[in-house]
């Protein structure tokens, strides 16, 4: 079976610093996701890719930047951290068809002080 | 763009229960695909049950909704619920070119002995 590793799992930042989250997968699926969870506000879509070299902006992408070099990894960075942020971000893959499920990373865990 | 509302924050009920989340969505595209997600304490969430078949009831592990495109909804409902039903439960919707999933804001499922 296949895995999605995300990097680091805990990030603490200073206010304004850019940071870098990294996500691997080796399902060989062609679609990946970053979302970012926060309480009461559920999943929301930061970026996406539907093949390498391939980005497309999501509903929250501005304070974000990604990149898809290779079919099997996605990175994002917080271009400037906010003070107080607190927040999970969640990598996904998927084949990308319509009907396919996606399989989630463990997450991502970001404390900016 | 599309939308997925979910309405209560929090459900709280004893074991042996009866369960309904509830899940409306909105889009222009008239095939959409209706998803619920589950995500346990400290886990990624992961994919329950899906469906694109109107009036069709599909189940897995005890839980079961049926798409009616006639009033947008896509409840999940379970007959007796169980401790380890406790968890927090995501509907999202698929639709167009599919790509992307949108996800609702989130139940968290509370089951007390």
């Known amino acids: 079976g296949g895995i999605i590793t995300q990097t680091p799992k805990f990030l603490i930042g200073q206010e304004g610093q850019k940071l870098t989250l990294k996500c691997q997968q080796n399902?060989?699926?062609?679609?990946m996701y970053w979302y970012r969870q926060d309480s009461g506000k559920g999943l929301r879509l930061i970026y996406y890719s539907i093949t390498e070299n391939d980005l497309q902006k999501g509903d929250l992408s501005e304070g974000y930047d990604a990149s898809r070099e290779k079919k099997s990894s996605f990175s994002l960075t917080v271009t400037s951290a906010q003070k107080n942020e607190m927040a999970v971000f969640l990598c996904a893959s998927s084949i990308g068809e319509g009907n396919s499920d996606y399989t989630f990373g463990s997450g991502t865990r970001l404390l900016v002080i | 763009g599309d939308s997925v509302t979910q309405t209560e924050g929090l459900v709280t009920l004893t074991e042996g229960l009866p369960v309904m989340l509830n899940c409306t969505y909105q889009t222009i595209y008239s095939n959409p695909f209706l998803f619920w997600y589950v995500q346990h304490l400290n886990e990624s969430p992961r994919l329950l049950l899906k469906?694109?078949?109107?009036?069709k009831r599909t189940e897995h592990q005890g839980f079961h909704a049926t798409l009616h495109k006639s009033s947008s909804s896509f409840h999940l409902q379970k007959s007796s619920a169980q401790l380890s039903d406790s968890a927090l439960y995501y509907c999202?919707?698929?639709?167009?070119?599919?790509?992307?999933?949108?996800f609702g804001t989130g139940t968290s499922l509370l089951v007390d002995p």
């Open positions: 999202a919707l698929s639709a167009g070119m599919g790509y992307k999933l949108t």
């Open positions: 399902f060989n699926h062609d679609t």
């Open positions: 469906s694109f078949t109107d009036n």
